[in-house]
């Protein structure tokens, strides 16, 4: 970074940090770096793995993480669900940079176990109001024109635990049921176009081949315009988890549309009210009438470091306050910080590739002056929107709900590094 580079909003540019260093007497410059220090074994000490031979190749023909980072896993609460088969688990959102979920990390939330299908035994059925009603194999599917696409993929009760009072202390817990993975698929379109889609087929109904079917309509427009038929995640074969060999893709609307083990399309000209589109997934308002098909996800932003799982372990000094960002609801435009409970917002900085519908990762680089924090993150995008906070979505849509909760988060940041989920009023 040159010094004619324009400073970050709130941040630090490089001058500032060597003034920053000089001011501690020049011990300090690069986020508290210590001079070199002449008695530190690890430096003036040959260490075993310099002095012996490492593991050879295939020592883990399937790379795994390094033995270091047991901690970062996905992560279940046993008393939110009945059964670990009809559950959800949480993205350690926490331990994560950039934008891209890894494959064994992203959330999993199925209502009827996983499935166990070979690729071999899979199909896929186009039928109802088309001209010819097809059955497409796996090979069938490999053999059509394909896309890649990154985009986050949300779960309409993420934060929904959130909603009537603070209650989990990580952000795992509250924003966890997110990921954001690259996808390999066909475009449904084009699945359509071949089965020839009649005049009044104006929805669709996507049935998994896992225990829970997962049933629930699609309109047409939709369908037509940007979903995929895909099989690929961050470049391999789908997990399991994820929906191998599988899943349907439907970029910027709730999770639940995203069929998983995707077996059935059947074309029809009305919706058809099945449990996943009526008592499940409808916002039950203070009035008792309920909203429905609300699809679209809305902005919504949090701070991922610090945070409950993710205390300052480092003391005052240069701080990393760093976040993810998104909307289904057209291009993010800005996200803001706050220090201070939502008194003062600062523009944070969004880094590396954003890519429309992603994930964005976002970063705002202070001097902790070892105060307490009230730190909060704000999303605005395209059409003027804003992220709520709590008590605006409250006064908008009761407490009833638990979908859709894409209020500001608090966290407290204590003097000595903690950090608790909080809510200011
Ligand atoms: N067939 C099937 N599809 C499904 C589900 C399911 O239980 N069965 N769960 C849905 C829900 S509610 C969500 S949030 C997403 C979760 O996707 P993930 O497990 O890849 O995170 O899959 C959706 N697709
Ligand atoms: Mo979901």
Known sequence: MSDTTEKP???????DFLKAGLAAGGAAAFGGAAAAAENDPLITEVQDWNRYLGAGVQAAPYGVPSEHEPHVVRCDVEWLT?????????????????????NGLCFERHHGGVADIAPADHRLMINGLVDTPLVFTMQNLMRFPRENRVYFLECAANSGMEWRGSQFNGCQYTHGMVHCVMYTGVPLKLLLEEAGVKANGKWLLAEGADAAAMTHSIPMEKALDDCLVAFKMNGEALRPEQ???????VPDWEGNMWGKWLRQLEVGD?????????????????????????WVMDPKSIITN????????????PLVISGLVWS???????????????RNWKTARIDGPSFFKALHRFYLDIEWDGSPLLLQSRALDEHGFYQPTKNELRAERGENSIYHNNSVQTWHVKEDGTVENVEVS
């Open 82 to 102: 009945a059964s670990t088969e009809s559950s959800v688990n949480f993205t350690p959102l926490h331990e994560l940079d950039g934008i891209i979920t890894p």
């Open 270 to 294: 009305e919706p058809w009210q099945q449990r996943e589109e009526t008592s499940k997934y409808t916002d039950l308002l203070a009035s008792g009438k309920a909203r429905r098909f609300t």
């Open 306 to 317: 610090p945070s409950p799982q993710m205390p300052i372990t480092h003391g005052k000094g």
């Open 9 to 15: 909003a709130g941040g630090m540019n490089r001058r």
């Open 328 to 342: 289904g609801n057209g291009q993010i435009k800005r996200v803001y910080v706050s220090i201070d409970g939502g």
């Open 243 to 249: 929906g191998y060999p599988l899943r349907l893709w």
